[in-house]
């Protein structure tokens, strides 16, 4: 596993540990830059810049990085919002009561994000990640926490729980139903960084299936995950169109591969999502 380099003393609390969550995540994906480049729909310059705390990542790029490693989205975009308050406010004090009173400020909200053991590791003991190499304050007086600093985090926590509750009480059905044995309940999808799904071809008819999802117009794009993404890879790859693994994550190579068969399926717009006509299409 390559090492990290240490991050900017500059850097405030809120956005180190984002950071040093980002880089659990790359480290756990066991993905490089380039294949972070290839996945997602950020340039290796960028993640290199996001992974090293030079520039705030976006909160698309936090959540791409959780999706393809199985992180907890909601939790990291959480983190995303505290980081972004503070990103651009310069240094703080790091000791001494005025970075006590400081850190008091969001000592619950942190509480709440709280990583891992491994992620919390110093991340100056790790030194330098081998692959970066080539891509590219409040003077100390304690101010009480504004409802609009607190609103994201809370906003963020809210849908959390009510997910959970709805979700616990069968209240949040699958957004596509389909039968047939080959068929999988989409809500039971679980991403799994490094697994590839089998393709199992076969008619029905007049249509087309690889016997992961039934769906005929599930809307796909970039980020999107599930059994129906799933099943749209092996479509495409049986017609030509490879999409190298078969993993269900909906990542920047999927859309290539649908923007390919759409240039050449007469009638398709060229967007790389896929859509009614598209399935149409594919399962011909």
Not at 234 to 260: F, S, W
Request: net charge negative.
């Amino acid at each position: 596993m390559a090492s990290w380099k240490a991050l900017p003393g500059t850097l405030d609390p809120q956005g180190r540990q984002l950071v040093v969550q980002l880089r659990s995540l790359k480290d756990r994906s066991r993905l490089s830059l380039a294949a972070l480049e290839r996945r997602t729909t950020y340039s290796r310059s960028s993640w290199e810049r996001y992974l090293n705390g030079k520039k705030l990542p976006p909160a698309g790029a936090v959540k791409e990085l959780a999706i393809l490693a199985g992180g907890d989205v909601h939790r990291l975009l959480a983190m995303h919002s505290l980081a972004e308050e503070t990103w651009s406010q310069g240094a703080r004090p790091t000791t001494g009561p005025a970075a006590a009173r400081t850190g008091e400020r969001r000592n619950a909200a942190v509480e709440a994000t709280e990583g891992t053991d491994e992620a919390k590791g110093s991340e100056e003991a790790r030194g330098t990640d081998g692959a970066t190499g080539a891509g590219e304050g409040d003077g100390g007086v304690a101010k009480p926490a504004s409802r609009e600093h607190a609103l994201p985090f809370l906003q963020a926590l809210m849908v959390v729980l009510l997910t959970a509750v709805l979700t616990a009480a069968g209240l949040i059905p699958a957004l596509h139903a389909w039968g047939g044995d080959d068929a999988a309940d989409e809500s039971s999808f679980v991403l799994e960084p490094g697994r590839n799904y089998g393709c199992t071809i076969h008619r029905r008819g007049d249509a087309l299936y690889a016997g992961h999802s039934q769906t005929e117009d599930a809307v796909l794009f970039q980020i999107k995950t599930g059994w129906d993404v799933v099943e749209a890879q092996c479509l495409l790859a049986e017609h030509g169109y490879p999409v190298g693994d078969i993993d269900g994550a909906y990542d920047a190579q999927t859309a290539r591969a649908v923007k390919r068969f759409q240039e050449e399926s007469p009638q398709l717009a060229v967007d790389g999502i896929v859509g009614p006509h598209t399935w149409k299409a594919l399962r011909r």
